[in-house]
């Protein structure tokens, strides 16, 4: 038994690389699958739930408020997640994954990449916010980050993700911010974005 409710879909190319799927509040281990077939044809994927229920919907950490998060459990969660990404990987004999979250599965990420770096290849971060106020030391190198922020989105600053973008990059990750004329929501040029990039 592996620690996260999740979903695997094994790869049917093996020299994609798997993708760990992580959802935005509200979502479940379901909502993202059709993503990463889309934007990784191919590649193994692992979709796990978030374990936190705020007024029933799912999330991978606690918040106090929209876009103010309790660090103390944005620790906890990161390090519990990979902890379950070591697991899967034993399990189900993957190389470490590419990241790809969406809003609160983004924050989550990026707070994996920061306090575990081992645990993932690389990341897609789709409207992304600092998931920590104060970055840890970190070695990134070599990582690659994609970045897509909406420049209309109502829940993030856009000060927030070139923060985000910044920390990342200071610590060698070879970050893509893209700033779309979108809100928080996913649109077309998302999809076009993931791709190209995925087949880089
Ligand atoms: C978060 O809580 O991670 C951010 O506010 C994004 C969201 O999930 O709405």
Not at 10 to 39: C, F, K, Q, V, Y
Not at 111 to 128: D, I, K, V
Not at 149 to 170: C, F, Q, T, V
Request: aromatic share 6%; glycine share 8%.
């Amino acid at each position: 038994e592996l620690s996260f409710i999740h979903r695997y879909e094994p790869a049917t190319d093996p020299s994609r690389p798997p993708l760990l799927l992580l959802h935005g509040t509200g979502g479940d281990e379901n909502d993202l699958l059709g993503l990463g077939r889309m934007i990784s044809p191919g590649s193994a994927l692992l979709s796990p739930r978030g374990k936190i229920l705020e007024n029933g919907m799912p999330r991978f950490f606690r918040r106090l408020a929209e876009g103010v998060f309790d660090e103390e459990d944005v620790r906890f969660r990161a390090n519990e997640l990979a902890d379950f990404v070591a697991e899967a990987r034993k399990a189900y004999e993957l190389e470490a994954p590419i990241a790809v979250g969406f809003s609160n599965g983004a924050n989550i990420a990026a707070g994996m990449m920061m306090l575990r770096p081992e645990a993932l290849s690389g990341a897609a971060l789709l409207r992304a916010m600092v998931p920590l106020s104060q970055s840890p030391a970190v070695d990134l190198a070599g990582k690659p980050v994609l970045m897509i922020s909406g420049a209309m989105d109502p829940i993030i600053p856009a000060e927030n993700s070139k923060r985000l973008a910044a920390s990342l990059s200071a610590s060698g990750a070879e970050v893509q911010h893209e700033i779309l004329p979108a809100g928080h929501n996913l649109s077309q040029t998302d999809l076009q974005l993931l791709v190209k990039w995925f087949g880089e």
